[in-house]
């Protein structure tokens, strides 16, 4: 067995960990933050929305299956660190193409393996979410505290131009093409515009830093507002293209940040959440229906609305807002968090978890069909009246 080398795990609040190097040796910060996913670990590694954060998977074995080229949800890794118990020693899976240990070196992923991973998750229950160091050249742990303390927080951290695309670029519809949809890639996954491709819809990805009319330009039935990392309430830009998209009524949704994002256009608040939900086993139930899904998260903050205290019951009922009425669609049911939004006046809705989540489950897959039937709904109802600003209360229903 080869022998590892020695590392640390060092938390803000002084509580330390030990382990042995796994990925690349060296020393990273980020925020600490635990997945309970047991599978799909090569989806969240290249999630764009764990830019900056140091991953803890609660699954004691991983790596199992090694990596292949297929199920990448962007161009490279985002995580800012990874922390496992017990890492395969061998990868078996018949599309696997080489190990996770090899894929984490190659890339310059500090990682850390044999630590408590229970122990540590337990921690981040109860004291938050919180900034984290991982060194394996560097065994003091007052040394890499006192660096760890230096590192930025992700409260006010302004990170999605960092991860979105430097030009835009266009998946094209399976089959008959039906709609166009311009995607602000916030930090879009690669399945959202391939489950819309499977439902005649060609998506133009185009960058955080793009305008309302440069999103029209490409001849958009609807926009979609991604994914992605950081603070919601520093993304004033998407917010204000978000206000412009209701003010002239192009039909949205809103996926995870997108779904923040819209939730401040609509004129809510957002907050941090104490240790954030990830994994792909969080009920929901969706409101509309009223059926319960297990779903797929990952998010550190959540859209405040008024009359729903944290860990309180959310109020179902139209909440008056500057674009007419608004109502919780959906709620988690493990803490009542808002899950979803839906506009009563206006074609725009958002779901804060993830139905694009390519390892599963696959629950909230219908959203993608309530998407295109917004747009369709709103291709048969164009009025003559088309292009006016928006005059609260009047239905497009």
Not at 65 to 79: A, H, K, Q
Not at 150 to 155: D, R, T, Y
Request: a negative charge.
């Amino acid at each position: 067995m080869v022998k590892r080398r020695p590392a640390i795990l060092v938390l803000e609040d002084g509580r330390t960990f030990p382990g042995e190097a796994y990925g690349s040796v060296g020393e990273t910060f980020g925020e600490a933050v635990f997945n309970t996913g047991m599978t799909g670990y090569q989806e969240t590694l290249t999630d764009p929305s764990y830019h900056r954060q140091v991953v803890v998977q609660t699954a004691p074995h991983i790596g199992n299956t090694g990596v292949n080229g297929e199920d990448d949800e962007s161009g490279r890794i985002w995580v800012a660190g990874y922390v496992v118990r017990d890492p395969a020693r061998i990868g078996s899976n018949w599309r696997a193409t080489g190990s996770l240990e090899d894929r984490l070196a190659t890339e310059g992923v500090v990682g850390i393996s044999g630590v408590d991973t229970r122990a540590l998750t337990r921690h981040l229950r109860e004291r938050g979410a919180m900034r984290v160091g991982i060194s394996s050249i560097d065994n003091d742990p007052q040394s890499l505290l006192a660096r760890v303390r230096q590192a930025p927080q992700m409260v006010g951290a302004d990170l999605s131009a960092e991860v979105s695309t430097a030009e835009p670029y266009v998946v094209e519809a399976l089959g008959e093409h039906r709609f166009t949809v311009a995607a602000l890639d916030l930090g879009i996954k690669r399945n959202v515009p391939r489950r819309l491709a499977t439902r005649g819809v060609t998506t133009h990805v185009l960058p955080a830093s793009s305008s309302i009319d440069q999103m029209l330009a490409t001849g958009a039935d609807a926009i979609f507002l991604s994914p992605g990392p950081g603070d919601p309430a520093t993304a004033d830009a998407p917010v204000e293209l978000a206000r412009e998209a209701l003010r002239r009524e192009v039909p949205l949704f809103g996926i995870c940040f997108g779904s923040q994002i819209l939730g401040r256009a609509l004129g809510f608040g957002t907050y941090k959440l104490g240790y954030g939900h990830r994994g792909i086993n969080q009920p929901v139930l969706d409101r509309v229906t009223g059926k319960v899904e297990v779903t797929s998260h990952n998010h550190g903050f959540a859209v405040q609305v008024p009359g729903a205290g944290v860990g309180a019951v959310v109020p179902d009922q139209v909440i008056d807002t500057d674009f007419g009425g608004v109502r919780v669609s959906h709620v988690c049911l493990n803490d009542n968090v808002v899950e979803g939004l839906r506009a009563v006046d206006l074609p725009a809705f958002t779901v804060q978890y993830h139905p694009e989540a390519a390892a599963g489950p696959h629950d909230a897959d219908y959203l993608f069909d309530r998407f295109a039937e917004l747009i369709e709904g709103r291709a048969l109802d164009r009025r003559p009246s088309e292009g006016r600003t928006h005059s609260k209360g009047r239905s497009n229903a």
